[in-house]
T-cell receptor, first 115, second 115 residues
């Protein structure tokens, strides 16, 4: 079974600063994807960024980037130039390819961006 | 609106009553997933459909839970004889597996409160 762990229940950052959210996962499989999803207050979950396990290059999407350390099974999210709209719950998630593609989520990190 | 929709958005019921939720996925998305999210936690997988076939069910899905997707379009999730422990947000997501997509598009969820 796959597990995803987020060790930071809550974090805060000043507007325009940089923050890093941590995630570790456990699997014995090799064909998988990792994701960061954002869930704003009272709004639906949206994808922030994804990483294919077979790609060594870290994914980036504008102000969002990941540090994927496959051997350490670590997948952290860096948010640069934090904005008030980044305030949300952030979930790290895992998909085992070709096994139904159901998401396994971590417990989440609540991020507050302060003005 | 071409996103995933869920109805109702909120449901309050008394213990022992039956409830049914509906999910309308994005058009032509052939896979549909149900997740349950309790307060402050990450979503947990319940079940998924490929077209009208229910391919996997989590052990979280007790005998009181049943899900259908009769024509491969919308899906319903029914909970019989509700218990207070069923109080949660029920999320639906869809994906176009045939195009190789991995991003699951989430609906806004149905928040169930069992009194």
């Amino acid at each position: 079974a796959q597990t995803v762990t987020q060790s930071q229940p809550e974090m805060s950052v000043q507007e325009a600063e940089t923050v890093t959210l941590s995630c570790t996962y456990d699997t014995s499989e090799s064909n998988y994807y990792l994701f960061w999803y954002k869930q704003p207050p009272s709004r639906q979950m949206i994808l922030v960024i994804r990483q294919e396990a077979y790609k060594q290059q870290n994914a980036t999407e504008n102000r969002f980037s990941v540090n994927f350390q496959k051997a350490a099974k670590s997948f952290s999210l860096k948010i640069s130039d934090s904005q008030l709209g980044d305030t949300a719950m952030y979930f790290c998630a895992f998909i085992l390819m070709d096994a139904g593609n159901m998401l396994t989520f971590g417990g989440g990190t609540r991020l507050m961006v302060k003005p | 609106d071409t996103g995933v929709s869920q109805n109702p958005r909120h449901k309050i019921t008394k213990r022992g009553q039956n409830v049914t939720f509906r999910c309308d996925p994005i058009s032509e998305h052939n896979r549909l997933y149900w997740y349950r999210q309790t307060l402050g936690q990450g979503p947990e997988f319940l079940t998924y459909f490929q077209n009208e076939a229910q391919l996997e069910k989590s052990r979280l899905l007790s005998d009181r839970f049943s899900a259908e997707r009769p024509k491969g379009s919308f899906s319903t999730l029914e909970i019989q004889r509700t218990e207070q422990g069923d109080s949660a947000m029920y999320l639906c997501a869809s994906i176009h597996k045939l195009t190789g997509g991995t991003e699951q598009f989430f609906g806004p969820g149905t928040r169930l409160t069992v009194l």
